[in-house]
C-alpha cells in the first residue's frame, strides 16, 4: 500500500500543544483508525514514548480536572472514543509565553480529531453527551502522590464551559470530592 500520511498536527497558541488529525479507513464494514504510530508521530516532529493507557467512562455532565502531576509530569495522548466532550487544558509552565493561560476545544467521536497536551499542563473535560467515553495515553505513570490542579470554575481562568449549548445547568455537573476542593490558581502558583 502507498505509503500515506495517516497523522497531521495542527499547532495551538499554547507551544507543545497539537490537535492531531487521523485518516479514517471506512468501508462497507465500518471504520479502521490508527490511534498511535511511534514511526508516523516521529514523522510529524512528535518523538513520544507512552508507558499507560487510560479509558474514562463518563455521565453526561461529570467533568473531571483540572488535574496535573507535579513530579513525573505526564505527556498525554486523548481522543473521544463515545460522544462529545470539552476538553480543556492549562498551560502551568512558568517559562511559557501562555502559562496561566487556556485552550478549550470540543472533541467528539465523529469529528475524530485527538490532542496531544504536553507535560506540564493541566488537564480537564466535561462529558457532553449520554453516552461519553474518552481513552488517552501518557508518557509517565500515575503517582497520586504528586497529583493536584486547579479548580474547575477559577475566577482567573473563567473557563467558557459550552453548558448551555448542551442543556446541562451548573448545578447538575457531576464532580469528585477530590475535585471540588482543588485549589485556584492563585493558591496553586503560590505553592508551585
Ligand atoms: C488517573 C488515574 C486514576 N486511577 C484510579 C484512582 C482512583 O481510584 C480512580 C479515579 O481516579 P481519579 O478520580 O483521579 O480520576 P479522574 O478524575 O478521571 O482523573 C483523570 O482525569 C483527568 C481528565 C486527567 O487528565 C487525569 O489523567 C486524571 O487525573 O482511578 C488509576 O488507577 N490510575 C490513573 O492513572
Not at 127 to 149: C, I, N, Q, R, V
Amino acid at each position: 500500500m502507498k505509503e500515506i500520511d495517516k497523522f497531521s498536527k495542527i499547532t495551538t497558541f499554547i507551544e507543545g500543544l497539537y490537535l492531531i488529525e487521523i485518516i479514517n479507513f471506512k468501508d462497507q464494514r465500518g471504520n479502521f483508525t490508527e490511534f498511535y504510530n511511534k514511526k508516523e508521530f516521529e514523522n510529524i516532529g512528535l518523538k513520544l514514548d507512552f508507558v499507560q493507557d487510560n479509558y474514562i467512562k463518563s455521565k453526561k455532565g461529570a467533568l473531571r480536572g483540572l488535574h496535573l502531576q507535579t513530579e513525573h509530569p505526564q505527556g498525554k495522548l486523548a481522543r473521544v472514543i463515545k460522544g462529545i466532550f470539552y476538553d480543556v487544558i492549562v498551560d502551568l509552565r512558568e517559562d511559557s509565553k501562555s502559562y496561566g493561560e487556556y485552550y478549550g476545544i470540543i472533541l467528539s467521536e465523529e469529528e475524530g480529531k485527538m490532542l496531544y497536551i504536553p507535560e506540564g499542563c493541566a488537564h480537564g473535560l466535561i462529558a457532553l453527551s449520554d453516552e461519553a467515553e474518552f481513552m488517552y495515553k501518557t508518557t509517565d505513570y500515575y503517582y497520586p502522590e504528586y497529583a493536584t490542579g486547579i479548580i474547575w470554575n477559577d475566577r482567573d481562568l473563567a473557563i467558557d464551559w459550552p453548558l448551555e449549548e448542551y442543556g446541562i445547568k451548573e448545578g447538575e455537573i457531576i464532580l469528585s470530592d477530590k475535585d471540588k476542593n482543588l485549589p485556584t490558581l492563585q493558591e496553586y502558583k503560590a505553592n508551585d
